[in-house]
């Protein structure tokens, strides 16, 4: 009885520290994805200043960014 009931508990911790160690990757995400996260944020935001700046020179409009997009 005492053998069952060591194995349940050895079970149930060995369970807990699983789900601990995936809680936790969840909550800090690997690096890479990260980087690749930020690295298509900034390829977005290129994508977007370029095609602002072509919608403006075909309109003959003097382009001004926000201030905030020119630190992207």
Do not use: C, S, V, W
């Not at 800090?28 to 994805?33: E, K, V």
């Not at 403006?56 to 201030?67: G, S």
């Amino acid at each position: 009885m005492r053998d069952r009931t060591e194995e349940n508990l050895q079970g149930f911790f060995d369970r807990y520290q699983q789900l601990a160690k995936e809680m936790e990757a969840l909550e800090n995400p690997p690096l890479q994805a990260m980087e690749d996260y930020l690295e298509k944020e900034k390829t977005i935001r290129l994508h977007i200043t370029d095609q602002y700046l072509k919608a403006a020179k075909t309109r003959n409009i003097t382009a001004e960014l926000p201030r905030h997009e020119l630190k992207a």
